[in-house]
C-alpha cells in the first residue's frame, strides 16, 4: 500500500502549496480541547475538508488541564478522586468536539509529544500515565463517533521506541494506529569523531545505509512487541520532518572548519542536497514497514532567530522552503513521493536507493 503523504499546519493562505505538492493530509490543532467546542480548529478544518484533504485533529490540553495532571503525576493520588474528576471534565470538552467536527475529521490524535517520561507512569501518581489518559480519550471518541480513528500523541526522537512500549503494554487497545514522530534524529553516521558527532567524510551510501537501517530496526522491533501482544494496528506519523540548511551555509562552516550536526552559528541540520539523499532513502524505508500515513513538518522556515516560536532549536528549519520562500531540494522530493502515491505519475527524485 502506498504511504500516503501529507503537510501539516493547513492554512487558506498555503493551499497552493498543498495543492501543488500533491499532499492528501494535513494536521490542525485543536487548542484547549477540554474547553469545549474549539470555532477557530471548526474553520480551518472545513477549509481543509473541502480541499479534499484528510485531517487530524490533534487535540491539545488546556494549560491549566495540563499543570493539573503534571501536580498530579508530582503527588500521590491514591484513590484516584482528582484524577477521575480531571478526566471526566477533560473528555466532556473532547466529546463536545468529535460530535461537532466527526464528519470533518479522518484521525483524532491526542497530546502529540507529550512528555517521554511521564509515558510509563514513573511517578508517585501511578494512575497519572499517558497510556492511561490516552484510553480515556480512546473511549470518550468510539462512545461519540465510533468509526472514528484514534491516534496516540506522536513521539519517537532519535530512535528512542519506549513511548510505543509503554502504549503496547498499557493500552493496547487504545490506538488505532500508532502514531510515530521520528525525527530530530542525529545519528547520520556510523563512524563519530573525538567529540562523537557523526563523520560526514564517510561515503554518502554508507551513511544513508547506515542510518535507514537504524530506523528499519526499530521499526521491525516495535512491530514484533505488538505482534507478541495481539497488537496489530499500523504504523502512521502525524509530524515528520528533518532540519534542512542550504549547500551554501555548509560550505562555509567546512571552510571555517565549523562543520557538525549542530552547526556553530546556530543553524541545525544538512546542506539540502544530502538531505535530499537522506530523506528519499527514509521515505522508501518508511513505506516498506507499513506506514500508512507520513505528515511532513513543516511548509516554511521560521526566521532564523536561533528557536521558533515554540522554543525548538531545530524546527526553525525543517520547513520545505527557506524563510524566503524559496524551494529547497525537499520540496521537490516531497513532492515527487506524493504525487506517485496517489497515482498522478513516477517518481522523479534523486533516485539515491
Not at 492511561?132 to 462512545?143: D, H, M, P
Request: hydrophobic share 40%; glycine share 10%.
Amino acid at each position: 500500500m502506498p504511504m500516503q503523504i501529507g503537510l501539516d499546519s493547513w492554512r487558506p493562505e498555503d493551499a497552493d502549496y498543498f495543492t501543488d505538492l500533491g499532499v492528501t493530509w494535513t494536521k490542525i490543532n485543536v487548542p484547549d480541547a477540554d474547553k469545549g467546542v474549539s470555532e477557530s480548529f471548526g474553520l480551518l478544518a472545513e477549509a481543509a475538508a473541502a480541499r479534499g484533504l484528510h485531517v487530524i485533529a490533534d487535540l491539545r490540553p488546556s494549560g491549566e488541564l495540563e499543570q493539573r495532571i503534571g501536580l498530579m503525576r508530582e503527588t500521590a493520588d491514591p484513590n484516584g478522586i482528582k484524577f477521575d474528576l480531571a478526566m471526566r471534565e477533560m473528555t466532556a470538552g473532547i466529546a463536545a468536539n468529535v460530535k461537532e467536527f466527526a464528519p470533518l475529521v479522518s484521525a483524532w490524535e491526542f497530546w502529540g509529544e507529550y512528555n517521554c517520561p511521564h509515558v510509563g507512569g514513573f511517578f508517585p501518581g501511578g494512575r497519572v500515565n499517558y497510556p492511561n489518559i490516552l484510553s480515556w480519550v480512546y473511549s470518550t471518541v468510539k462512545e461519540v463517533a465510533p468509526e472514528a480513528q484514534v491516534w496516540n500523541g506522536g513521539y519517537g526522537v532519535e530512535f528512542q521506541p519506549q513511548f510505543a512500549e509503554a502504549l503496547i503494554d498499557d493500552a493496547p487497545l487504545s490506538f488505532d494506529a500508532l502514531n510515530w514522530h521520528h525525527y530530530n534524529i542525529s545519528r547520520y553516521s556510523e563512524l563519530r569523531d573525538g567529540n562523537g558527532a557523526p563523520r560526514f567524510d564517510e561515503p554518502l551510501a554508507d551513511r544513508l545505509r547506515y542510518s535507514a537501517g537504524q530506523f528499519r530496526e526499530m521499526f521491525e522491533n516495535v512491530r514484533r512487541r505488538m505482534e507478541a501482544q495481539g497488537c496489530h494496528q499500523p504504523f502512521v506519523a502525524s509530524e515528520w520532518g528533518m532540519p534542512v540548511v542550504s549547500d551554501e551555509v555548509v560550505e562555509q562552516l567546512k571552510a571555517a572548519q565549523l562543520f557538525s550536526f549542530v552547526f556553530q552559528d546556530g543553524a541545525y541540520g544538512l546542506g539540502e542536497t544530502e538531505a535530499a539523499a537522506y530523506m528519499d532513502v527514509w521515505l522508501s524505508t518508511f513505506e516498506r514497514i507499513g506506514m500508512e500515513v507520513l505528515v511532513v513538518h513543516r511548509l516554511r522556515d521560521d526566521v532564523p532567530h536561533g528557536a521558533d516560536m515554540n522554543g525548538t532549536f531545530w524546527g526553525v528549519y525543517c520547513g520545505l522552503l527557506f524563510a524566503d520562500g524559496k524551494p529547497k531540494l525537499t520540496y521537490d522530493l516531497v513532492k515527487s513521493w506524493a504525487h506517485h502515491n496517489n497515482g498522478k505519475g513516477e517518481p522523479d527524485g534523486p533516485g539515491y536507493l
